[in-house]
């Protein structure tokens, strides 16, 4: 796709531009799931000691994946930009639909199915679910939205 | 408290044996520092200032923390310098390189000899390094070599010094900007970044679960101190994984960079365009 393109006329990266978006999306919301929720408000704990193995390995996996894709993306978005590929609302696009998607992930497969941890403790539990997961699932609807009108606004961008 | 029992124990810590491993570090950095000033080319100072403060970091953690090693705060804190922050400013600072530069022809030879062997290609593939490093930690910890390693000081030495050797490996494996032939692709790396920090923090919330019954063989554990140097572990990985990252992905930006001057292309665009145009619409299509 990136060989397709004309030589001398700057192109966008359609494809690079949108997963660039999603990556930092997804890692900003884990690390903001760390850093507010676990460090500033202690609502999650480091370790509740209920925990089982299998949930412990793949919790670690993530933590690790969160840092790197962090530096990751934003290094992929930063050579995009200086190749002038970077297509800025794919992005955009691309960073409420990764930010949403972990959110729900988190809330539906961390904090539900391996029950790493809970949003809180030692409350009632059913607002704080419903609130996370649903503000997930916004953040994740407008990542599709703003993804939509983007690719509806450029007829000319080709196969996608 | 329990200060009664480190303290009484840390005896030996601030006689001299503890002091000697102050020396080499101080041959590196002079040696160093030697190397960078004969450099005929001259040598970029922030690489000389990186393996400072791999060497400073080095001082720091024989130095005033060696008395402390025998709580496991304190070495979870070696640990964390010795086996990951002191190695990654010490091969950002490229000695090898350096080495190659103003060492004499015979040295140079064998240097390039070593580093085109099959073994050490095996040795430096990210995945045997962060065995070594992860896996590593994870024997001292889960094994009594933990308990062994606080009665005998040669024991202890040597753990240190693998720590140090295999935090090198793993660095220079994932993003040293030394020559390192058949290295494997940005893929595998960011694959053994991925696995060592994941085991790292794992291994670190095991410990911490665990704190009671963990590191096996200890006469006098304290589960309430192996549960803070758990987090120390925990936190301090973080942060040397984010610093690892940042030093891999800036070598694949740098190795991106647009190779071509960008100041004569749009040049031959117009000249063709000047005279394509006007002729055949067709011909524009090329350009």
């Not at chain 1, 397709?4 to 700057?10: E, H, I, K, M």
């Not at chain 2, 408290?1 to 570090?25: C, Q, S």
């Amino acid at each position: 796709m990136v060989d397709a393109r004309l030589p001398g006329a700057p192109t966008t990266d359609l494809r690079s531009s949108t997963l660039a978006g999603v990556l930092i999306g997804v890692a900003i919301m884990a690390a903001v799931d760390e850093i507010v929720f676990h460090q500033l408000l202690a609502w999650h704990h480091f370790y509740d000691r209920s925990t089982p193995s299998v949930a412990l390995l793949s919790d670690g996996l993530l933590h690790a994946a969160e840092v790197i894709a962090l530096v990751g993306g934003f290094f992929w978005f930063a050579d995009l930009r200086r190749r002038a590929a970077l297509s800025s609302r794919l992005a955009w696009g691309g960073f409420l639909l990764g930010a949403g998607a972990f959110q729900l992930f988190d809330g539906l497969v961390d904090h539900k199915v391996l029950r790493l941890h809970q949003i809180r403790y030692g409350v009632h539990l059913v607002p704080y679910d419903v609130v996370w997961n649903v503000a997930g699932a916004v953040l994740l609807l407008a990542g599709v939205a703003v993804l939509w009108r983007a690719r509806s606004h450029r007829p000319d961008a080709g196969p996608r | 408290m329990t200060a009664a029992g480190p303290l009484a124990h840390a005896g030996h810590g601030t006689a001299g044996p503890t002091w000697l491993p102050l020396f080499p570090v101080v041959l590196l950095a002079g040696g160093y520092l030697l190397a960078a000033i004969r450099d005929p080319r001259g040598w970029d100072h922030r690489r000389t200032a990186s393996w400072l403060v791999g060497c400073a970091l080095l001082v720091v953690a024989v130095g005033p923390l060696a008395p402390l090693s025998d709580d496991p705060r304190g070495h979870m804190a070696q640990h964390l310098l010795l086996g990951m922050l002191a190695p990654l400013g010490l091969v950002l600072a490229a000695p090898v390189t350096l080495l190659l530069r103003v060492a004499p022809p015979p040295v140079r030879r064998s240097i390039g000899r070593l580093l085109r062997a099959r073994a050490l290609h095996l040795l430096a593939h990210p995945a045997t390094a962060a065995l070594l490093t992860t896996g590593g930690l994870a024997l001292v910890l889960l094994t009594p070599l933990y308990a062994a390693a606080e009665r005998h000081p040669v024991l202890h030495h040597a753990v240190h010094l693998h720590y140090l050797a295999a935090g090198y490996l793993f660095a220079w494996s994932v993003a040293g900007p030394d020559p390192a032939p058949r290295r494997p692709g940005l893929a595998v790396r960011v694959g053994a970044l991925l696995a060592a920090s994941a085991g790292h923090a794992v291994l670190a919330k095991y410990l911490y679960a665990q704190a009671g019954t963990l590191p096996p063989g200890l006469v006098d554990a304290d589960p309430e101190a192996f549960r803070s140097a758990a987090q120390l572990m925990y936190y301090g990985g973080d942060l040397t994984e984010l610093l690892l990252a940042v030093a891999l992905f800036t070598t694949w930006y740098q190795s991106r960079r647009p190779r071509r001057r960008p100041r004569p292309r749009p040049r031959p665009k117009v000249v063709i365009k000047r005279f394509a145009s006007p002729e055949d619409g067709s011909l524009t299509q090329t350009s």
